[in-house]
């Protein structure tokens, strides 16, 4: 044995020297410890006392598998070709197993030693056994790295386990790390410039997750790497100055992060069966529950069908006079009101359906382009007190075909919409696989469970719940329309004149959005991060934006929005959307102008609203006609009522409105928040909400009931709604952070071994949805025995 080798306990060579110009060293080390069943690994460790990077010192390790080799100084390079230079290294060599065929004595290493210097080196070098080289289930091993000294271990799978999580933690956040999994290949890449070229990794501050499935490695096992960076930018830490000159050494301590592994068992696949029965049992019940509503609802009606039967003065059809017009009307309640035959657009009392004008004769404009009617709807749309009679005076089939379009529009967005959506996250999803770079997608990874190509099944099935309440939201109205069409057709006195016009198209668009939620949503978990979000939030806009709609559109049938414009509403909001997640982190002028488009917008539906949509400031008499009319119309409805604004109801939820949107627009210039799809969702969720609450009000303010059903819907929103939303901020990830850091969040399952608080607000938000759905479209059934001169708008 060479010169200089002395053995210690743990430490198999121990070799001091000084390398002389001109001349390599190799060192022969045999590599028998007599531990032929397990697998054998060694440790090689240098260090020099050189800092001379012209004249760096070199190791080349052979051995039977390859060659491993480094310089003395090592350095690292990072942002703006900084370098950070180790005189300490220390690397683990590829490790063997013994066959029959080679005899423990057969294995040798060598290690040459080198350097183009023209004077004296001193090194030192160290050779050790790794005692824990292969990693154990469910057991926890602590150990130490820094960067210019990575680590790296075995794992085979046991027998029994096709599926293991590696759970990674760290007391400290800093310094950056990364954690990747390695097929058995030799060499194993373990230094910050080569850890991305094999297997997967992640980055990590305090804790890191990897899901590992035995069929992704045909020798059962695999090598689990981990690096420390010489810099902290990729974990969102501070980029630091250069290191030079004697500082060395202390940057050596002060890089070194101390780590804690344990691999654990993953789920079995009978927990993916158990969590799809559930998924899809837990909404089915919803269908349950509603053909059980239906039943009751159908006794009920063939009931009073029985009795009107025997007493034709309680029928249930017809108008007869034991039903007095009076009976609902609150007093005081016929001030303002017109005529029956001017209210109702000149139709008589029970006319039967027929008489309407067929809707491929007319369209909707040829009732506004006569001036008899423009000045028929400014007498009536000014009035002090409207009634719904007012504001359903078109016909009902042009108005029907209107709001259909919302449905066959909002089916056609989905589809152009989607399918460009699927086909990116799938490539996102290939990227991931491909590349092995999970820091692309900001996942829970204490709860991901993959499935086939997928990486998260669990947050995509957790959306099924909206496409199936949204698919028996869409049945149950199509109920609803099929009794009212039938109503119809026996020429019901109650449909024809009496409750809420019936349109169900926005109820139709309304269950195609609560779908295509679920599938957008399912789309954005695939790979959720940053740059598509704005997939998750798309159609929320929309439901929202269609709630709003339609609850105006319940007491102004005739005034309300178009599809088309509606819809071209929508499409400016998701542009802004897209705008705001380019431009909205740190540019100011976006967010000014930004804030000035919503600040205008809020005050330009305002008057459209307060004035029913008969403000107009043109004169075709005067070119100043108006600017004239501007300033008169702020005389007059400003300054001389601002005491007592002609339409005081209104005033109150516009001044209420105005002032939410104005904070909403002050926050975003001061703060500018990162997500701007989310500050847009709040936006329109506080709209809603505000709107709902408004009209809830003003309905029980006008003597108007809730009768069960809707009440129940109204209880079952909140309690979801908040129920969902403590789920919902249980955060878990986030992507306004780096995925270092958002990985600090993550959290286990909850749920049955596989669904984790995001798919628990996924559930609850489909079911709270539905409920709210549910209390628009049964809001009003208390109307339906009221005479539509008799119902307030508001």
């Not at 794992?155 to 029994?160: A, C, L, M, R, S």
């Not at 057709?489 to 449909?495: A, L, R």
Request: charged content about 15%; hydrophobic content about 45%; proline content about 5%.
């Amino acid at each position: 044995m060479p010169a200089g080798w002395q053995g210690a306990a743990g430490v198999w060579v121990r070799h001091r020297a000084w390398w002389s110009p001109g001349v390599t060293q190799r060192l022969c080390l045999p590599r028998a410890f007599g531990m032929e069943s397990m697998v054998d690994a060694v440790r090689v460790y240098v260090n020099s006392s050189s800092e001379n990077l012209q004249y760096p010192i070199l190791f080349v390790v052979r051995q039977q598998k390859g060659v491993l080799s480094w310089q003395v100084p090592l350095i690292f390079r990072g942002l703006y070709q900084r370098t950070y230079n180790y005189q300490e290294v220390s690397r683990t060599l590829c490790p063997s197993e013994p066959t029959p065929e080679t005899r423990p004595s057969d294995q040798i290493i060598f290690v040459d030693v080198a350097s183009m210097a023209p004077f004296n080196i001193a090194y030192e070098l160290l050779v050790t056994r790794l005692k824990n080289f292969q990693l154990e289930t469910n057991k926890a091993f602590n150990f130490t790295a820094s960067p210019s000294q990575p680590q790296y271990f075995l794992y085979k799978f046991p027998q029994d386990v096709d599926s293991v999580i590696i759970n990674v933690v760290s007391d400290a956040a800093y310094p950056c790390s990364v954690v990747s999994v390695q097929d058995i290949v030799c060499p194993v890449y373990d230094l910050d410039h080569n850890v991305e070229f094999n297997g997967v990794y992640q980055s990590m501050t305090k804790q890191a997750a990897i899901t590992v499935q035995r069929k992704d490695f045909p020798g059962e096992q695999f090598f689990v790497v981990f690096v420390i960076k010489p810099e902290d930018y990729a974990c969102g830490g501070s980029v630091p100055s250069s290191i030079h000159g004697n500082v060395n050494r202390t940057w050596n301590l002060q890089r070194t992060k101390n780590l804690q592994v344990t691999i654990v068992p993953s789920i079995k696949k009978s927990v993916y069966v158990q969590a799809m029965f559930f998924s899809f049992l837990s909404f089915l019940s919803f269908y349950l529950g509603s053909v059980v509503v239906a039943f009751v609802h159908y006794i009920r009606v063939q009931r009073k069908a029985s009795a009107g039967r025997l007493s034709p003065e309680h029928g249930s059809g017809m108008m007869t006079s034991s039903h007095p017009i009076s009976a609902s009307t609150p007093e005081g309640s016929s001030y303002g009101a017109i005529d029956e035959s001017s209210s109702s657009g000149g139709r008589q009392l029970g006319a039967p359906p027929g008489s309407d004008t067929d809707s491929s004769v007319e369209e909707e404009s040829d009732f506004d382009t006569m001036p008899e009617i423009e000045s028929d709807k400014n007498i009536i749309r000014t009035k002090v007190f409207l009634y719904l009679s007012d504001l359903s005076r078109k016909d009902r089939r042009i108005v029907s075909k209107k709001y259909k379009i919302y449905f066959w529009n909002i089916i056609t967005i989905a589809v152009f919409y989607a399918l460009p959506v699927i086909q990116l996250v799938i490539t996102y999803q290939t990227v991931v696989n491909v590349t092995g770079n999970q820091d692309i997608c900001y996942y829970n990874f204490l709860c991901a469970h993959p499935l086939g190509v997928l990486s998260a099944f669990n947050n995509i099935l957790s959306n099924v719940g909206h496409m199936m309440l949204g698919f028996l939201f869409l049945l149950i109205v199509l109920r609803r329309d099929i009794l009212h069409r039938r109503a119809m057709e026996m020429k019901d006195i109650y449909t024809l004149d009496y409750g809420i016009p019936k349109h169900f198209g926005l109820f139709y668009a309304m269950g195609i959005a609560l779908m295509m939620e679920g599938v957008l949503s399912a789309c954005y978990h695939v790979c959720p991060n940053y740059s598509n979000f704005q997939f998750d939030t798309s159609f929320m806009y929309m439901i929202a934006g269609l709630c709003m709609l339609k609850l105006y559109q319940t007491r102004h049938p005739d005034i309300n929005a178009s599809a088309y414009s509606a819809y071209a509403s929508f499409a400016v909001v998701i542009s802004l959307a897209v705008l705001g997640v380019v431009f909205g982190k740190n540019d100011m002028w976006f967010w000014v102008i930004f804030s000035l488009i919503h600040v205008l917008a809020s005050l330009a539906l305002s008057t459209q609203i307060y004035y029913m949509g008969r403000f107009k400031i043109d004169d075709p008499d005067s070119d100043m006609g108006m600017f004239r009319r501007a300033v008169m119309v702020l005389y007059t409805d400003c300054i001389q009522q601002c005491s007592r604004p002609m339409y005081m109801d209104r005033m109150v939820l516009l001044i209420v409105g105005n002032l939410v949107n104005w904070s909403f627009a002050i926050f975003g210039l001061v703060y500018r928040p990162r997500d701007f799809a989310s500050y847009i969702l709040g936006i329109f969720i506080c709209n809603l909400l505000l709107y709902l609450a408004f009209y809830i009000i003003m309905k029980l303010r006008s003597s108007e009931k809730l009768l069960p059903i809707p009440m129940f819907c109204i209880v079952a929103t909140a309690v979801v709604w908040a129920a969902a939303l403590y789920f919902f901020f249980q955060t878990l990830s986030s992507w306004e952070e780096t995925p270092a850091e958002s990985r600090e969040k993550n959290r286990p399952c909850i749920l049955l071994g596989f669904f984790d608080d995001h798919d628990v607000w996924h559930f609850l938000s489909a079911a709270a949805l539905f409920f709210s759905f549910l209390v628009l479209l049964t809001l009003d059934d208390d109307l339906d025995t009221v005479r539509r001169d008799k119902i307030p708008v508001f």
